[in-house]
């Protein structure tokens, strides 16, 4: 049995589902695109849930705003011949082509086209997956080849030396700036259209200077990227094409 439940937690409505179940004897919360869902014991009462949901609000808050952040709901992609793949904002079209030779699959870029070889006679399921893997790592070489100069640009904007870069995997940011002030970005950003991937790294990099999102913060960001606003808004127009 599946019931709706929200709250106001500091100003921020927290809507989810409590789902019952007699093989639970704990509660369970997950955030997802598709909201929060709660699994919960069959005998535990409602209220009893919604308290234990609310001690984590600021949980559940960072999640949705993890998502939120990267826009929308992700594509589902089944990774064959015609669909579109993006780099740099420009689309790309995905041409699956049987190789005797392809033991390790790698992604060749001709013209607007993104040419994946795979073994014949390979299981649709294999096949599917040995591309996808081909083309992450072609999106992480990409990202690596790509970011250090646009953040050595940002960082020369902002009067500061070049921070260290890391390409990471992350499921819910585009990016982040640690205590240290290393730059991690996501190699899913590589994606976008420069002028978003530019946003992003000129939004870590300012916290540097300012590791919160204070007037010190946006004043930095706004100087050195006028129409930072507009780019953000259009990365959440964006943004879940680029997630899979």
Not at 31 to 46: E, I, K, N, Q
Not at 132 to 143: E, F, G, P, T
Not at 171 to 183: E, F, T, Y
């Amino acid at each position: 049995m599946t019931a709706a439940h929200e709250f106001n937690f500091g100003g921020e409505l927290v809507q989810f589902a409590i789902e019952r179940t007699s093989r639970r004897k704990t509660v369970a919360i997950s955030v997802g695109f598709d909201g929060v869902r709660v699994l919960a014991p069959s005998d535990l009462d409602d209220a009893r849930v919604i308290e234990i949901v609310r001690k984590k609000g600021p949980w559940v808050l960072r999640k949705q705003a993890g998502y939120r952040e990267l826009g929308g709901v992700p594509i589902d992609r089944e990774f064959v011949s015609g669909e579109t793949y993006h780099y740099l904002g420009r689309p790309f079209r995905l041409r699956i082509v049987h190789d005797a030779d392809a033991i390790v699959s790698r992604i060749v870029a001709r013209g607007s086209t993104l040419i994946a070889p795979v073994l014949p006679d390979m299981q649709a399921a294999i096949q599917r997956s040995a591309v996808r893997s081909a083309l992450r790592h072609w999106y992480r070489d990409k990202a690596k080849k790509h970011f250090p100069e646009r953040v050595r640009l940002v960082a020369e904007a902002l009067g500061i030396s070049r921070p260290p870069i890391h390409i990471v995997d992350q499921s819910k940011r585009w990016g982040s700036c640690d205590a240290r002030g290393h730059i991690r970005l996501n190699w899913r950003l590589v994606m976008a259209p420069v002028p978003l991937i530019d946003y992003v790294i000129a939004h870590e990099t300012c916290h540097i200077l300012e590791h919160n999102h204070s007037r010190r913060f946006w004043r930095a960001l706004e100087t050195i990227m006028p129409d930072f606003e507009e780019r953000l808004r259009r990365l959440d127009r964006l943004g879940h094409k680029f997630i899979w």
